[in-house]
């Protein structure tokens, strides 16, 4: 109650005491009156420090981001890559960005700005049209989100306006103001605000899930044990949104007493038949995300083996890819061994055995082994025995064991992997 207080009164003062207060501020612009005129003039002089902060430093850096950006488009249509992710905010940004200065420097005299007015809105367009692109695929995939839906909306107004500047002989800036102004209306008035658009867009997607496995008869669920992995993952992630947002109250199948985030999320097994399950499947069956645990009960075989110790192994971006990382060093009949490990391109782990020599030993892949707990691990923390986290090497020097205690595995793309783990190790002389 008391943050919906602070939200109310925040309203207050920032829609109506805010905008009201700033009004009274403005000079009398028909008044006859001498001081009243003195402060016209003053409040229509350009300030000389925001000049210089304008044309000489924020125009320059815009056109310099408009470069980059220019660069990254021609890359785009280049390789055929679309990065869905990053386009979206990091155009949207120099958009505001770029209209903003264009309104707060129209009146500037003076050939950085100048030119800017005239290349701006040119850039503009197919910038944003490739804003437009990346969010359209986002929405294709997942739905609308009221972050996608404002993306849409200002890229509409951009071209808008880029088209305005270009072709209105006038370039009258109250006009992208006032367009701004409608827009802004035209998102909170229903049925086309923000909030609707998205509620039905999400709605639509888990209706259609539930629909496609013959989960919904009688306005209620009806479990299917045979639901892919998928489609759990779909219905985990959009009713997360909703749960989120608060619009559970608009998917009529949730039962009165779960439309509470908290109880939803304590009730989600009895709503839909399954656990919350968030190990999305790539195609070849490998989840994005691993989060694997030896079963602590279970015992292990630590037979024909000399020595126990325990290993942490990570990727490190951080570091040059050839660059060996030590992990420890252990002593086995006498002898002195060191562990270390080093990632390829990917992220993949290797781990290199040592002598005192600097002799290299033995050398273990990992990724074929943590690929493997990957597609094993089905559920978000799964608890695996010990035969699953196995990993046995030998050769004429060492014979070694490797019990993964703990894993976190990311992948996120065929060509990346994050991997954070422990590792229980049994050495011996073979």
Same mark, same amino acid.
């Given at each position: ?9 925040g ?23 001498e001081?009243? %005129? ?8 350009? @300030? ?7 044309? %000489?430093?924020?125009?320059p ?22 990065p ?22 129209s ?27 990346s ?56 049925p086309?605000? =923000? ?13 259609s ?9 009688? %306005?209620?669920?009806v ?40 109880n939803?999320y304590?009730?989600?097994e ?10 999305y ?14 079963? =602590?009960?279970? @015992? ?25 990382i ?22 993949n ?14 050398e ?38 490797l ?12 060509d ?13 002389? @073979?």
């Amino acid at each position: 109650l008391r943050d919906e207080i602070r939200a109310h009164m925040g309203n207050i003062v920032f829609v109506f005491f805010v905008p009201t207060y700033y009004l009274s501020l403005l000079p009398k612009f028909n008044s006859v009156d001498e001081d009243d %005129n003195n402060k016209t003039k003053l409040a229509s002089t350009y @300030p000389r420090v925001l000049d210089i902060l304008v044309s %000489n430093i924020v125009i320059p850096l815009i056109m310099v981001f408009s470069v980059v950006l220019i660069i990254y488009f021609i890359k785009i249509l280049i390789t055929g890559v679309w990065p869905v992710g990053q386009v979206g905010p990091m155009v949207l940004a120099y958009s505001t960005a770029g209209l903003f200065f264009y309104i707060l420097g129209s009146n500037l005299q003076n050939k950085i700005a100048n030119f800017y007015r005239k290349v701006f809105p040119f850039i503009l367009i197919p910038l944003v049209i490739m804003q437009l692109t990346s969010a359209y695929i986002r929405i294709e995939a997942y739905g609308i989100t009221e972050s996608r839906y404002y993306v849409i909306l200002f890229g509409i107004y951009s071209i808008i306006s880029a088209i305005y500047l270009i072709f209105s002989k006038k370039k009258n800036t109250n006009a992208i103001v006032l367009l701004a102004a409608c827009f802004a209306l035209l998102s909170i008035i229903p049925p086309v605000d =923000a909030f609707n658009i998205s509620i039905n867009s999400q709605k639509g997607r888990i209706e259609s899930i539930l629909l496609k496995n013959n989960m919904l008869k009688d %306005n209620k669920i009806v479990y299917n044990p045979s639901l892919s992995s998928e489609d759990k993952y779909e219905i985990t992630n959009i009713t997360d949104y909703m749960a989120r947002m608060g619009y559970l109250d608009n998917l009529y199948w949730i039962p009165e007493k779960y439309v509470k985030e908290n109880n939803y999320y304590m009730g989600f097994e009895d709503i839909y038949g399954f656990k919350p399950y968030y190990n999305y499947a790539n195609p070849d069956g490998r989840p994005q995300y691993v989060y694997a645990n030896l079963d =602590a009960n279970a @015992p292990i075989n630590i037979e024909g083996f000399d020595t126990l110790f325990k290993i942490n192994f990570y990727t490190d971006n951080r570091n040059d890819q050839t660059k060996e990382i030590l992990l420890t060093s252990f002593k086995l009949s006498g002898d002195e061994y060191s562990i270390k490990q080093i990632s390829d391109e990917k992220g993949n782990l290797t781990l290199k055995i040592y002598d005192k020599q600097n002799n290299n030993v033995m050398e273990i892949k990992t990724e074929e082994f943590i690929n493997n707990i990957a597609k094993l691990s089905l559920q978000p923390k799964s608890m695996l025995q010990p035969e699953e986290m196995t990993l046995d090497k030998q050769n004429e020097k060492l014979k070694i064991r490797l019990v993964v205690e703990n894993l976190s595995v990311e992948y996120p793309s065929n060509d990346e992997v994050y991997i954070n783990g422990s590792i229980i190790v049994l050495v011996a002389k @073979p």
